[in-house]
């Protein structure tokens, strides 16, 4: 049985599980981890973090405002780190070390399980991570694409009206 529980709620059992060496397994909710979590479709297991985080690594923190993130670290400055989501192109930072949660080891997507550790997900990782100024760019360029087009478009059927 399935049962749906607020991140209040069951943080405090998932650190004192991850803290003893256990994992946790959950379904993330939300579109910021897009292409790679679709939203309360797949799944993803946390561990403890071993610090320092590697670069590219999935992260479960608490951001001071007190709601729960799932993100990618994408690079450290100083003493903290900075996150993105896989569907965002703003990176986050001043993350701590005490407001990280969990890191995820594996995933499940579309039925099949993923270690992050496959070379075929570190390869996605890297350039996924290294590619959001272009993809950001090309948003762009379809958006503009598409107001010209509606533009076009609009002024067609005036025509033939």
Do not use: C
Request: glycine share 6%; proline share 3%.
């Amino acid at each position: 049985m399935n049962k749906l529980v607020s991140m209040d709620e069951i943080v405090p059992i998932m650190r004192e599980q991850i803290a003893h060496g256990g994992k946790v397994r959950f379904t993330p909710k939300g579109n910021s981890m897009l292409p790679l979590f679709r939203n309360n479709l797949d799944t993803v297991t946390l561990e403890k973090p071993e610090f320092p985080l590697k670069k590219y690594s999935i992260v479960l923190y608490q951001r001071k405002s007190g709601q729960y993130v799932l993100h990618r670290m994408v690079g450290i400055r100083d003493i903290y780190y900075i996150m993105r989501g896989d569907n965002q192109y703003r990176n986050e930072y001043g993350i701590s070390e005490d407001q990280i949660i969990a890191v995820v080891s594996e995933f499940t997507r579309k039925g099949k399980s993923a270690k992050v550790t496959d070379t075929a997900y570190r390869i996605y990782s890297v350039l996924w991570s290294n590619t959001v100024f272009i993809r950001k760019r090309y948003k762009l360029l379809r958006r503009a694409l598409g107001k010209i087009k509606r533009k076009i478009l609009r002024k067609r059927n005036e025509k033939f009206k």
